[in-house]
């Protein structure tokens, strides 16, 4: 579930930078949203950039800045799925024998 929805959050603030001006309500919460599901899940990379965003870049207007770093939040988010994907694939072979 965790992955499902933070898909979706992700997209929809990567769609929300695109527009002009930057729905900042909206992407607000969404990461309050993708912050919450990151710490219940111990996505501790995802948190510290969700948490970079909220409080660095986006609070302080930096448009370009926070660009990046949701960049950066996309990779952290990649590569802990990348990591766990396997043990969820066990998971599912076995539950099937």
């Known amino acids: 579930m965790y992955f499902k929805d933070s898909t979706a959050f992700l997209e929809t603030i990567e769609e929300a ?14 990461l309050h949203q993708l912050k919450g599901s990151s710490a219940s899940v111990g996505a501790n990379k ?18 370009e800045g926070t660009k990046a770093s949701i960049l950066k939040l996309r990779k952290e988010y990649d590569s802990f799925k990348a990591k766990l994907e396997p043990y969820f694939q066990a998971n599912s072979v076995a539950q099937v024998k």
């Open 17 to 30: 930078m695109k527009t002009i001006p930057i729905d900042s309500i909206i992407v607000d919460n969404i």
């Open 46 to 63: 995802v948190l510290k950039e969700v948490n970079k965003i909220t409080r660095q870049v986006l609070g302080k207007g930096n448009l």
